[in-house]
């Protein structure tokens, strides 16, 4: 056999030996993130939950008043009656948390809230949220036992009022947020999409403006995480968002949901939004201070034109209806508060947030994701993409804000975990996200 030949042999012999090397590593990956596919899939399936004993909840989890910082305070109601009396702030409290809604921030509120009063929460136990989508279910809760007192719950679910409320005391205050549904429509998209298959296979770039142009041929009602895609609002609140608008239990869960909530707030109207909140808990203006959290960068973000805006909002007609409903009687409530008191509140909670981002964050504003410096300020991004802003904290911030500019400035996941959450499951799913990103 000449030279040549036998080079050649060896040659073809090591490139036979690099591909079916190559397809093993592949098989090897692909049986382990089709392990890890399965078991979250598993671990993420509805629960069997056996009947729990009925132990009813104390009227109110809050501490003895003595302990809580009482006020000197007039109220909306109060001020239309020309009294005033002390109140006590509230801390029993159920946050709904709608999906792309900021309710990301609103959460760095009130776990800075809990803290603060040392309350008590009840959270997922392996995740961070209460095994969204099914429907919430208290023996989820994190050492739950029939009779508990918890004060706050506030971690995604969809809404099961009487499993809900059954946790919760009798006195406490529900809270939610919604957003305009045309700017939630296409955030959700962006934030969701390669988590619905059925969003895989639109063609072209510009997928959000083709799935708009005709929705039903991209759309499967009952296809894998299709929700995301459709009256989102609608279902985390426990409702079916395929209904026709027409449809008689649309107007029936809108009215549960009125009878239910004692503040819905609006994303486009945050501050206000929070001053209302004071108000109706007697909280301090301080405990208000926040940071936008999870914000996207601009060039992500896509600019809904006039007709695509219209298409959104026809395709999400439910939870047009349900926002349209709520923006009516959320300015009912500022009207009776009072404009130009509420402008001045807005305006001093602005300054306050002024005087604390110029204390905590460098540079004064967020920073794209590759710019972070810290790890434990890195927020969880979407699959295949970091458009997820975060910040990092100054270097020499006093000893009496530095606390609090780290907390005010820590992303939900890596808070939820100072406060004792396991979340093994939300780490395990990321590993194998990094892995589809890598």
């Not at 429509?185 to 999409?193: R, V």
């Not at 208000?288 to 805006?309: D, H, I, Q």
């Not at 590759?370 to 993409?385: C, L, R, V």
Request: hydrophobic residues 40%; positive net charge.
């Amino acid at each position: 056999m000449h030279e040549g030949d036998l080079l050649f042999r060896w040659t073809m012999i090591g490139k036979q030996w690099r591909q079916w090397r190559s397809v093993c590593k592949g098989l090897v990956l692909g049986s382990l993130l089709t392990s890890c596919m399965i078991l979250l899939y598993c671990l993420s399936a509805p629960q069997v939950h056996f009947n729990l004993p009925e132990v009813p909840v104390p009227y109110s989890c809050a501490h003895r008043p003595v302990q809580l910082h009482t006020k000197q305070a007039m109220n909306s109601s109060q001020q239309t009656t020309g009294q005033t009396g002390l109140c006590t702030p509230k801390v029993d409290i159920m946050f709904m948390k709608t999906h792309k809604t900021a309710s990301s921030t609103f959460l760095n509120i009130l776990f800075r809230f809990g803290e603060k009063h040392r309350l008590k929460f009840a959270f997922p136990d392996s995740r961070n949220d209460f095994f969204y989508p099914s429907p919430f279910q208290r023996s989820q809760v994190k050492d739950y036992r029939p009779g508990m007192c918890f004060n706050i719950i506030c971690n995604h679910m969809r809404f099961n009022a009487p499993e809900v409320s059954k946790l919760l005391p009798i006195d406490t205050s529900y809270i939610t947020i919604l957003r305009d549904p045309a700017e939630l429509f296409e955030s959700s998209f962006h934030y969701f999409g390669r988590l619905v298959p059925l969003t895989w296979g639109i063609p072209g770039d510009d997928k959000l403006t083709e799935f708009l142009r005709e929705p039903h041929h991209y759309f499967d009602p009952v296809g894998f995480n299709s929700f995301y895609l459709k009256n989102l609002l609608f279902f985390d609140f426990g409702l079916d968002n395929n209904l026709e608008l027409d449809d008689q239990r649309v107007e029936e869960g809108i009215k549960s949901i009125t009878n239910r909530f004692q503040l819905v707030m609006l994303v486009e109207y945050f501050e206000e939004s929070l001053i209302l909140l004071k108000d109706a808990l007697c909280w301090e203006m301080d405990d208000l201070l926040f940071f936008k959290l999870n914000a996207r960068k601009g060039s992500t973000v896509s600019k809904l034109t006039p007709e695509l805006r219209a298409r959104a909002l026809e395709w999400n007609a439910i939870d047009r209806k349900l926002y349209r409903h709520f923006n009516e009687t959320f300015w009912k409530k500022v009207e009776v508060y009072g404009r130009q008191r509420m402008a001045q509140d807005v305006a001093e909670l602005r300054r306050k947030n002024a005087e604390m981002a110029a204390i905590c964050i460098e540079g004064g504003r967020a920073v794209e994701a590759g710019s972070i410096q810290e790890t434990a300020m890195q927020p969880w991004q979407p699959i295949g993409e970091k458009s997820i802003m975060g910040y990092n904290l100054k270097k020499n911030v006093d000893k009496a804000h530095r606390k609090l500019c780290r907390k005010m400035l820590m992303p939900e996941l890596q808070y939820l975990t100072e406060l004792g959450v396991n979340l093994w499951i939300t780490k395990l799913w990321g590993h194998v996200r990094d892995i589809i990103n890598w």
